[in-house]
């Protein structure tokens, strides 16, 4: 218990040391926003091996089309985007490279009318660059998303939701497949404690399709 | 086809009821959900398009040999099921008939097939829809074709071995697409296949063999139920600090001003000490 009680002391006193520690930014987002969570109106009575409604029941493979670039200009991101899928204990693949997205590839892709689309990046590297989507930490409420694909048009989501939260506690809503069509942005964040393996949080950002008209 | 058919395919044999899954619980609130099971009916008998009936109302009609329906909701209860070939329902003799018994919550698939001495049979499934691992799907066989024991091969290797009709067997697999076949039981000789077979992920795929080996029509059909998706167990999307250290001071503090460093590791340290209690 003493440990767990120094830990915290520990954890608390360090975040006041980077509070005063060098230039201040005070202009750097802190969480804000909700993500959709409910269901799809329809969409309640569905139930695990029921089939989803019309053309849904195709592969989703098939019907969407697959995200290459993700570019937020408002915080200079842009980045190559690859297809991953899980490790073999489980977690999702993120690309060894750090100036390189993730797309989850058995979730919703960007631009599918329903669910959520995921996309991870890494903070920073085993190497000591800086990853691309570490400037993650940077957007804000309403700034612009864009997902460019292969074989189909860019779509265009708005940042509508920022949270911070410990690695095992991952919104399930990030990775729903059905209910209202939103655009999830994965990476780390502090604190960074190498004795429990590096990053213990994660940056989730939600992003909401500007116009729906341009999911297909 | 209409959309809306109650459940049970049975047997001509009569009356045996199959009773498909447990009772629901007692205490269960009342719900639009809870009263209602998925049903879905194969039909695996060789040259032969039928009607379906259930309780005297026509279900499927022009239903044809090979063919899976999708999921359907019903009302949890007992059906009367009558398989008629097409056009001859609902005052001729079925050319199968059997009562099969839905509870609530159920997940079903009732087969229309030949024993395995070519005997036209009706057997009831029940389907497991019970969430997957991320990245993983559930591969089901099942042998509902006149044909002796079968082994089941993905890549040249048995993954099920013995099954006979009416019998299946089922795993939890890596998803992805896996080349099949089907061989007489501990032979070589290749039954059916090979074939691809796309085990998707977060999903259900259930293969039937149908058909009959002295009629050399053997054949798989294949049979989907999707949201069994998990989400994975974390992202790890971090690397050696860079981010936070000294040496990148623009980025520590603002990290620290977002307010979500101090937050959450309270929270973790919470925990840590919940769990140590614990």
Not at chain 1, 88 to 104: K, L, Q
Not at chain 2, 23 to 32: D, V
Request: charged share 20%; proline share 9%.
């Amino acid at each position: 218990m003493a440990v767990a009680v120094l830990a915290a002391v520990t954890a608390v006193v360090l975040g006041v040391l980077w509070l005063a520690q060098g230039p201040q930014r005070d202009d750097s987002p802190a969480d804000f926003g909700a993500a959709p969570t409910a269901a799809a109106p329809g969409d309640a009575g569905r139930t695990p091996g029921t089939a989803p409604p019309s053309s849904a029941a195709e592969p989703a493979a098939v019907r969407q089309a697959a995200p290459a670039r993700v570019l937020v200009p408002g915080v200079g991101l842009d980045a190559q985007v690859e297809g991953v899928g899980v490790t073999p204990r489980g977690d999702m693949t993120v690309p060894d490279d750090p100036a390189v997205a993730g797309w989850y590839r058995y979730g919703p892709a960007p631009g599918s009318p329903e669910g959520s689309a995921v996309l991870v990046g890494h903070l920073d590297s085993e190497t000591g660059d800086l990853g691309e989507f570490a400037a993650l930490r940077d957007v804000r409420a309403g700034d612009t998303v864009e997902v460019r694909r292969d074989g189909a048009e860019p779509v265009v989501y708005r940042v509508t939701a920022r949270t911070t939260v410990p690695k095992d506690e991952l919104p399930p809503s990030a990775f729903r497949r059905t209910g209202p069509p939103v655009l999830t942005l994965i990476t780390c964040a502090p604190p960074f404690e190498p004795e429990r393996g590096g990053y213990t949080a994660n940056l989730v950002l939600t992003a909401e399709p500007v116009d729906a008209l341009q999911a297909p | 086809m209409r959309s809306r058919f109650p459940v049970a395919l049975a047997a001509s044999t009569g009356a045996c009821a199959l009773a498909l899954g447990a009772a629901a619980p007692a205490m269960a609130a009342p719900s639009a959900e809870q009263d209602t099971a998925m049903v879905s009916v194969v039909h695996g008998i060789p040259g032969m398009t039928v009607d379906v009936y259930a309780n005297g109302d026509e279900l499927l009609s022009g239903f044809e040999p090979g063919t899976v329906t999708e999921p359907q909701s019903l009302k949890a209860g007992s059906y009367d099921i009558q398989i008629f070939e097409a056009g001859q329902g609902p005052d001729g003799k079925p050319a199968l008939e059997k009562t099969v018994e839905v509870g609530e919550g159920d997940a079903a698939t009732v087969a229309a097939h030949l024993g395995a001495d070519g005997t036209p049979q009706l057997t009831a499934f029940a389907d497991d829809v019970s969430k997957v691992d991320a990245g993983k799907g559930r591969l089901t066989v099942r042998h509902i074709a006149a044909a002796p024991a079968v082994d089941v091969r993905a890549g040249g290797q048995p993954v099920f071995t013995g099954l006979t009709n009416p019998d299946e067997d089922s795993a939890v697999v890596d998803a992805g697409t896996v080349d099949a076949d089907v061989v007489l039981a501990g032979t070589d000789t290749v039954a059916i296949g090979p074939a691809e077979v796309n085990v998707a992920e977060g999903a259900g795929t259930v293969v039937y063999a149908w058909g009959s080996a002295e009629d050399k029509n053997l054949a798989l059909a294949t049979q989907k139920f999707s949201g069994m998706d998990s989400m994975p167990k974390a992202v790890h999307a971090g690397g050696d600090g860079a981010a936070v250290s000294a040496n990148s001071s623009a980025w520590a503090p603002g990290w620290a001003a977002a307010g979500g460093v101090v937050a959450v590791a309270g929270v973790l340290a919470a925990r840590r000490f919940a769990g140590k209690r614990g």
